[in-house]
């Protein structure tokens, strides 16, 4: 017997044995509610540490670089072909190591460097990847941005059209990392016609509402979809274009490789084919109708508690704590947060004064929890700790009233076990 093949983790190196056994720990024993993370199934955790990791398949189905690609293909195209119903679009790519990349390769598929970009303001909820000076995005391309209204927190589509028009975007993105509310794709594919621009919708957050109709699906609308596979869609860590346009989409294959990327990882292209295949049955359906639910559940704990939501609530799977009515910035409750066992990141509010390292908010999600089974009447109570700990804050007793919540959260989460078996 040849121990390089036989030999567990657990034995071959303890030290890293140790890392994953701290970190399934922290997943059991806290509330995660960080909006852009979930917990993946047993189904495709064993997919995405398969043997699949040892092929090499640069390419796609059916014309690859290398032999001995038949089993993998079956993956690819099972893959494909389940992101394709699941978004009712002509074509798909799920090689995207990341959602990143996958901006990345439409980026290069369609512009030129140099071109002009409009995107939502990172500041307002965007991502780095719409033009951030900081992101490649920013450098190569000449961004431009929208955001939202002083007033209600919503996109301002006024200000949106009027710089499209007065610009002349070659390609305007909608989507976002930190926007609580429905994006109006129908209003923003009409300002892309108006000015000759490429739409591309990025709903790298929303993916798992857009699948089952709780957001609008922006397929049939815009030139591009991008998405990341790891958030609400509940996969592996990844990204994926999908297109309505299988012309566009030749395009965007190049792009992907050998444009942007070299050989793909079959394992999560695998992981992938096996959450898309979750989200087509009914019950991820009511599972995403269950997230929505308690984000507004969540949502209620707050205000009722006395907090302020940027926009005053959510439509979807997230929402933005606002700490300028307390004076507190978000790394000081965040850290609290995590004192009581409670995972949540800090966040730029829309008009924030504070620098990106301390930011005015918290963003929150329902994502994970409701993997994990949290109900609404749970969700409320999360909503109503994170106002105890944030008043606690302002009164300069934050740390005592921490403590005394974590083992409140304890309690909460063995109810919930996650993992059993692992
Ligand atoms: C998370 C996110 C991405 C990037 O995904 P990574 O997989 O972290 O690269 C891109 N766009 C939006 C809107 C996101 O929220």
Not at 208 to 219: E, I, M, R, S
Not at 396 to 410: C, F, M, S, Y
Request: charged share 20%; net charge neutral; glycine share 10%.
């Amino acid at each position: 017997m040849n121990a390089f093949f036989t030999t567990p983790l657990a034995q071959a190196d303890k030290a890293i044995q140790s890392s994953l056994t701290h970190e399934l720990a922290r997943q059991r024993e806290g509330i995660e509610l960080i909006a852009s993370e979930n917990y993946v199934s047993r189904a495709v955790l064993e997919a995405a540490g398969s043997v699949l990791t040892n092929k090499y398949a640069e390419g796609y189905p059916g014309k690859r670089y290398y032999n001995g690609c038949a089993a993998v293909d079956e993956a690819e195209t099972l893959a494909l072909d389940r992101a394709k119903k699941l978004f009712g679009a002509a074509y798909a790519n799920v090689q995207p190591h990341s959602g990143s990349t996958a901006n990345q390769a439409v980026f290069l598929a369609l512009l030129q460097p140099g071109d002009d970009i409009l995107g939502l303001d990172l500041a307002h909820g965007g991502h780095l990847t719409h033009g951030s000076p900081v992101n490649m995005s920013g450098k190569w391309f000449k961004p431009h941005f929208y955001g939202v209204k002083k007033d209600d927190e919503r996109i301002d589509y006024d200000q949106l059209a009027e710089t499209a028009h007065r610009i002349k975007p070659k390609l305007i993105s909608a989507g976002a990392s930190a926007y609580p509310r429905i994006i109006n794709f129908n209003r923003m594919a009409e300002i892309a016609r108006e000015v000759g621009a490429y739409f591309m919708a990025d709903i790298a957050h929303i993916a798992g509402l857009c699948a089952v109709g709780l957001h609008p699906n922006p397929l049939p609308l815009a030139d591009v979809v991008t998405t990341t596979t790891h958030k609400t869609l509940r996969g592996p860590r990844g990204g994926m274009i999908l297109s309505r346009d299988e012309a566009l989409g030749k395009k965007f294959n190049s792009a992907v490789f050998p444009g942007v990327q070299g050989g793909p990882l079959m394992h999560i292209v695998a992981g992938k084919a096996v959450a898309f295949g979750e989200a087509l049955t009914p019950g991820y359906k009511t599972y995403i109708q269950g997230v929505v639910d308690n984000c507004k559940a969540m949502a209620k704990g707050m205000t009722d508690n006395g907090l302020r939501l940027v926009s005053g609530g959510t439509d979807n799977h997230l929402c933005l704590l606002d700490l300028r009515p307390q004076a507190l910035t978000g790394d000081v409750v965040t850290d609290l947060l995590e004192h009581a066992g409670i995972t949540a990141n800090k966040n730029m509010v829309p008009f924030d004064t504070q620098p990106p390292q301390k930011t005015s908010g918290v963003r929150v999600g329902s994502a994970a929890g409701t993997t994990r089974g949290f109900t609404e009447s749970d969700f409320h109570q999360i909503g109503s700790w994170i106002a105890e700990i944030t008043h606690a804050a302002k009164a300069g007793n934050g740390e005592a009233t921490a403590h005394k919540v974590k083992a409140e959260v304890a309690r909460l989460c063995e109810k919930y076990p996650l993992y059993q078996g692992l």
